[in-house]
T-cell receptor
Framework: QKEVEQNSGPLSVPEGAIASLNCTYSDRGSQSFFWYRQYSGKSPELIMFIYSNGDKEDGRFTAQLNKASQYVSLLIRDSQPSDSATYLCAVGPKAAGNKLTFGGGTRVLVKP | KAGVTQTPRYLIKTRGQQVTLSCSPISGHRSVSWYQQTPGQGLQFLFEYFSETQRNKGNFPGRFSGRQFSNSRSEMNVSTLELGDSALYLC?????????????FGPGTRLTVL
């Protein structure tokens, strides 16, 4: 079992719709959860982070965390063609340090 | 503030050679982490440096090594290159090196081993 799992996609959504991405993790002691977006040929850029159970909203993005079920999700509202990218879920450890464990990424295609 | 910079951006080497990659973190950031990204394995953690000390290490062979200087700049070295080392090598920096810190990625160094 992989430590962080994501559906590889592609997730195809029409422009203006909601894209829903899921991520599950195996280390129950994980403390921090990040969503990065990566365009083809580029490096990952941070979209959101979440540390506590519940929802966190930032513009068109909402992250949801459920530690009991060990999953974290990302909703993209009013999806735009510019949102077409690979979305990476990353999990930070309980221990000190910056070792992030990444999922394989979900490719999102927003069709006009 | 300037972002994370990495040099060189592209590199072509042959099997058996060694290579050194450089990373300059965001000003004030003390933690530097290195990751390898390949189509097959995705993004994998190599190691993290904080205050010139390696604090965490991923599951990579000893051919992969790194160091951090007093100004927080970091280098990673790969010796005796293998074809499978072809990858995008990403450096990320964070302010305090805590697990809740956001890591900001540089543009990466694309290494091709022939």
């Amino acid at each position: 079992q992989k430590e962080v799992e994501q559906n590889s996609g592609p997730l195809s959504v029409p422009e203006g719709a909601i894209a829903s991405l899921n991520c599950t993790y195996s280390d129950r002691g994980s403390q921090s959860f990040f969503w990065y977006r990566q365009y083809s040929g580029k490096s990952p850029e941070l979209i959101m982070f979440i540390y506590s159970n519940g929802d966190k909203e930032d513009g068109r993005f909402t992250a949801q965390l459920n530690k009991a079920s060990q999953y974290v999700s990302l909703l993209i509202r009013d999806s735009q063609p510019s949102d077409s990218a690979t979305y990476l879920c990353a999990v930070g450890p309980k221990a000190a340090g910056n070792k992030l464990t990444f999922g394989g990424g979900t490719r999102v295609l927003v069709k006009p | 503030k300037a972002g994370v910079t990495q040099t060189p951006r592209y590199l072509i080497k042959t099997r058996g050679q060694q290579v050194t990659l450089s990373c300059s973190p965001i000003s004030g950031h003390r933690s530097v982490s290195w990751y390898q990204q390949t189509p097959g394995q995705g993004l994998q953690f190599l190691f993290e440096y904080f205050s010139e000390t390696q604090r965490n290490k991923g599951n990579f062979p000893g051919r992969f090594s790194g160091r951090q200087f007093s100004n927080s700049r970091s280098e990673m070295n790969v010796s005796t290159l293998e074809l499978g080392d072809s990858a995008l090598y990403l450096c990320a920096s964070s302010l305090r090196g805590m697990s809740t810190d956001t890591q900001y990625f540089g543009p990466g160094t694309r290494l091709t081993v022939l």
